[in-house]
């Protein structure tokens, strides 16, 4: 697509649920990121994948976070028993390659509420 | 690890004022990139600029330039002849060897008619 996509752009669940959030990147690009941003914060990096592989999920808060990108395009993040800490902004991104002097092209963010 | 620091919380300004918002790193590595991302009320983070280390030039894109000192870790982004449509969030980031992204706390800059 032209751009980067992310899907609920809001999400209310209650505090146990399961939550999956959805980022489908630009086009050919092999690198995608997911970051949280928490309010009037900057955003912290969760977990990045170079096609199908994750290369580094070191900013996984913990084992309820989970993120898959099955086809090295479409990525879903997971959340399970959502608590209510796990309010935020999450930040989908791409780039044509990994590395840190690529410009990340990012989405708009899905802004999860836990009640 | 790197960090960044963004010691300015919100700033404000009059329409066409120059405004310039601070950024400071820490990082041993020698080769890296900085960054200056605009956040609208939209949510969707914007490149505004991108500072190559290794190039001592400081980068300028339209109204946007950047004063990088290296030796001092440091990375201001100065907007000329500012408009409305500046107002927003604005984060600086690193990117090095880790592959990723590591961003500033943000200051909220607005552009008051």
């Known amino acids: 697509g032209a751009g980067v996509s992310q899907t609920p752009s809001n999400k209310v669940t209650e505090k146990g649920k399961y939550v999956e959030l959805r980022c489908d990147p630009i086009?050919?690009?092999?690198?995608l990121y997911w970051y949280r941003q928490s309010l009037g914060q900057g955003p912290e990096f969760l977990i990045y994948?170079?096609?199908?592989?994750?290369?580094?999920d070191s900013g996984l808060p913990n084992d309820r976070f989970f993120a898959v990108r099955p086809e090295g395009s479409v990525s879903t993040l997971k959340i399970q028993r959502t608590e209510r800490g796990d309010s935020a902004v999450y930040l989908c991104?791409?780039?044509?390659?990994?590395?840190?002097?690529?410009?990340?092209?990012f989405g708009a963010g899905s802004r999860l509420t836990v009640l | 690890a790197q960090t960044v620091t963004q010691s300015q919380p919100e700033m404000s300004v009059q329409e066409a004022e120059t405004v310039t918002l601070s950024c400071t790193y820490d990082t041993s590595e020698s080769n890296y990139y900085l960054f200056w991302y605009k956040q609208p009320p939209s949510r969707q983070m914007i490149l505004v600029i991108r500072q190559e280390a290794y190039k001592q030039q400081n980068a300028t894109e339209n109204r946007f330039s950047v004063n990088f000192q290296k030796a001092a870790k440091s990375f201001s982004l100065k907007i000329s002849d500012s408009q409305l449509g500046d107002t927003a969030m604005y984060f600086c980031a690193f990117g090095g060897g880790a592959q990723k992204l590591v961003f500033g706390q943000g200051t909220r800059l607005t552009i008051n008619p």
């Open positions: 994948f170079q096609g199908t592989g994750a290369a580094d």
């Open positions: 086009s050919g690009h092999t690198a």
């Open positions: 991104a791409s780039s044509l390659n990994p590395g840190g002097a690529n410009v990340l092209t």
